[in-house]
């Protein structure tokens, strides 16, 4: 697989804007060639319903202008519906356990939850916290506390004993696979 193509595998994994030293240091490649893979992965995309999105020293995969309209009349759909099972759960979690990385999330839910957590975003509901370029966690929005009549996550029902209970979790199943701590 050429480097382009791997950066676009690696755009549409993470969802979200990374640097071109992510990439470089990802693909075990130097910037110069990473920033050249960009170039030839913006050329080869020129026509599709996807486009690489540059903003300051960062890059993303999105959807065609042209397609905006549609998408927008999907969007709005979209937040029409019930967040459903997957979306309360998601939700629960960033509030008792946020900040938290959509690595944990996924590990907590036992799925993949890229899905889920674009819609807690589209809907205001859940925040990125940027760690400094390498890392990015989710936590809930000031608007969403509010609407929940707490002024910290802290404040929700059950929030210690639903740590504790997520702590126990994860203990058991890393001792299951034998990730014991000696």
Same mark, same amino acid.
């Given at each position: 697989? !050429?480097?382009? =193509?791997?950066?676009? $595998? ?23 060639? $990473? ?7 913006? =050329? ?8 690489? /999105? ?5 890059? /993303?995969?999105? %959807? %065609?202008?042209? /397609? ?9 759909? !979209? ?6 099972? $997957?979306?309360?759960?998601?939700? $629960? ?17 036992g799925v993949n939850s890229n899905y889920i957590l ?29 609407? /929940? ?18 702590e126990e979790f994860k203990k058991e199943t890393e001792? !299951? ?6």
């Amino acid at each position: 697989m !050429e480097l382009p =193509q791997k950066i676009e $595998a690696l755009l549409f994994f993470k969802g979200e804007p990374v640097t071109a030293g992510f990439l470089a240091k990802t693909l075990n490649v130097s910037e110069d060639e $990473a920033l050249a893979g960009l170039v030839d992965l913006e =050329q080869s995309l020129s026509g599709h319903g996807i486009i690489l /999105m540059k903003n300051g020293e960062e890059y /993303m995969l999105a %959807s %065609s202008p042209e /397609m905006g309209t549609t998408i927008e009349g999907l969007l709005k759909e !979209e937040l029409s519906k019930e967040l459903g099972k $997957a979306g309360l759960e998601t939700l $629960a979690t960033v509030l008792y356990r946020g900040p938290i990385s959509r690595s944990e999330i996924n590990y907590l839910r036992g799925v993949n939850s890229n899905y889920i957590l674009r819609v807690l975003l589209v809907r205001g509901l859940i925040e990125k916290v940027d760690h400094g370029g390498r890392s990015t966690s989710y936590q809930p929005t000031f608007e969403l506390l509010s609407y /929940m009549g707490v002024s910290k996550a802290s404040d929700l029902p059950e929030y210690e004993g639903t740590n504790r209970s997520v702590e126990e979790f994860k203990k058991e199943t890393e001792k !299951e696979n034998g990730y014991e701590e000696e």
